[in-house]
């Protein structure tokens, strides 16, 4: 069984649309998060959720919304996609308790053409 | 801003051969993790370290936490051709739970 999830696992597509990124974990952890590594491979946070509330949210652009309609699932929706949000996106989790302990899904690559 | 220079950036050696990958920090962190990424997979956690001066093993992985937890190093013994990947280091502040990364060390173990 997978730990963390995310589909999908590949993502091209065109500058200016709006895209979805799922991310399921089934560990029971309470929290979830999104990363973001570029091609130098320089992993960055960009949000957090505990208990389905906001409490990490780097200096993102408010084109990027995360959504967690429950603990086990945080979706990241990407609107006017722009050329420099290619990069792989990953999801992870980890449990109160252990939260410096984080375990990360397979990555979705986005590509922006 | 926490920030971790991880080095060396690229490192390729010789089945069998030692190494050690450092992560230095000017900050004090309450817990250091690595991590392994393989090409086209998520990063996984390999260690977690959180007192001062503490080492870990893990096979022929040996991880050692500073005494002031400014700064970490994994130490690779005999050096395998599996070993290779890239490996990040990630620490964590007092209370919070943002993980800050290191830019990764590329490992490239040769048979």
């Known amino acids: 069984d997978t730990a963390v999830s995310q589909t999908p696992k590949y993502l091209v597509t065109q500058m200016g649309n709006d895209k979805s990124i799922k991310c399921e974990q089934n560990?029971?952890?309470?929290?979830m998060y999104w990363y973001k590594q570029d091609s130098k491979k320089f992993l960055k946070i960009m949000f957090s959720?505990?208990?389905?509330?906001?409490?990490i949210n780097e200096t993102v652009p408010n084109r990027f919304s995360p959504k967690s309609p429950d603990k086990a699932h945080l979706n990241l929706h990407i609107n006017s996609l722009e050329l420099g949000d290619s990069a792989v996106y990953f999801c992870?989790?980890?449990?109160?308790?252990?939260?410096?302990?984080?375990?990360f899904g397979p990555g979705t690559r986005l590509t922006v053409l | 801003t926490q920030l971790l220079e991880q080095s060396p950036q690229f490192l390729s050696i010789q089945e069998g051969e030692n190494l050690t990958v450092y992560c230095n920090s000017s900050?004090?962190?309450?817990?250091l993790q690595w991590y392994r990424q393989e090409p086209g997979e998520g990063p996984v956690l390999l260690v977690t370290v959180v007192t001062g001066g503490e080492v870990k093993k893990l096979k022929r992985l040996t991880f050692q936490f500073g005494d002031a937890r400014k700064d970490s190093s994994l130490h690779i013994t005999a050096a395998q051709p599996g070993d290779t990947g890239l490996y990040l280091c990630?620490?964590?502040?007092?209370?919070?739970?943002?993980?800050?990364f290191g830019k990764g060390t590329k490992l490239s173990v040769i048979p």
């Open positions: 900050s004090v962190f309450s817990s």
């Open positions: 560990l029971g952890h309470d929290t």
């Open positions: 959720y505990n208990n389905k509330e906001l409490i």
């Open positions: 992870a989790s980890s449990q109160e308790g252990t939260r410096y302990t984080q375990y």
């Open positions: 990630a620490g964590a502040g007092a209370g919070s739970y943002q993980l800050t």
